[in-house]
């Protein structure tokens, strides 16, 4: 059948122009089909002009643009879904140390001191949880000092108390 008809659609009566190389029409066949017929003109220096025709369905054209369609939208739902997984991922790794390190920071304002916060990663947060540790143990420190600094202080005000108490009996 379409054997048949590809004569008739290539046989385009209208010539292509002395200055255009190429022409792209619609046309409908007997059955009434529509058709895109393109017919171009090859020159080449000392040999007869060659004509090329040829002439594609549109429905079939069509169908192929629905799934090529169709396709570039699941891909594109699939590029979603892949971008919001990574997503995910990566502000997951970057929300769960400084969870870590919010909730150590509200534990030492209680007084309550956690130890070392594991430092994960040597970018920025990593440096933050590093330098979170470093605060933790210099403020441990400090506070056994003053800790050890009472005591003392503690001691020898009962030494002084317990001078003074014999030099009043004595």
Sequence with gaps: DLKNELPALLDMSTPVSADAQEAISPITDAAGRDWIALRTQLHQEGLPGLEIRAAFPIALMQQKLST???????????AVLVSLAITYVVVGRIVQPLETLTLAAQAMATGDFPGEVPVQSRNEIGTLTRAFNSMGQQLTNRIQDLQEQRQQSTESHHRLEAVLSAMVEG
């Design 68 to 78: 090529t369609t169709s396709r570039l939208w699941g891909v594109l739902a699939v």
